[in-house]
């Protein structure tokens, strides 16, 4: 097999009072804050169509996370058996793409609040894509 190597581009940032690692929440319906996406200006046109009350995916590069980890005990919790990483939503891993469903609150310029994210300040954001409903 052959592998190869991509580069990615971080559009933004997230702005969040999520600063520890060790006390963040896992999942957002765990105590996840609000948070603002920070986006660069020069993509200010690639927000036009969000909007307040749409639920979109957000990809972020989880720039804290230890790409040499390939299993894990689930949540960490050490009474679980060692899971591959790629069953579990854990943040170590070979390419750390964190994946967060969240709901928009506002668009101001080319920041965007959002609910419930549980990624830390300063999270490179990577693309945001709208959920996908049967009107769209």
Do not use: C
Not at 57 to 62: A, Y
């Amino acid at each position: 097999m052959v592998l190869t190597e991509y580069t990615l581009r971080a559009i933004g940032r997230v702005e969040s009072a999520l600063t520890d690692r060790a006390a963040a929440p896992r999942q957002p319906d765990e105590g996840a804050p609000g948070a603002w996406l920070v986006f660069d200006d020069r993509y200010a046109p690639a927000l036009d169509g969000l909007s307040a009350g749409t639920d979109v995916l957000l990809l972020t590069w989880l720039d804290r996370a230890d790409r040499g980890t390939l299993t894990v005990h689930p949540r960490g919790e050490a009474s679980r058996p060692r899971t591959g990483v790629f069953a579990t939503r854990g943040p170590d891993r070979p390419n750390p793409i964190g994946l967060h469903d969240v709901h928009i609150l506002a668009v101001t310029g080319t920041r965007v609040h959002v609910r419930n994210l549980e990624a830390l300040d300063g999270t490179p954001i990577l693309d945001v894509k709208p959920v996908l409903t049967p009107d769209r």
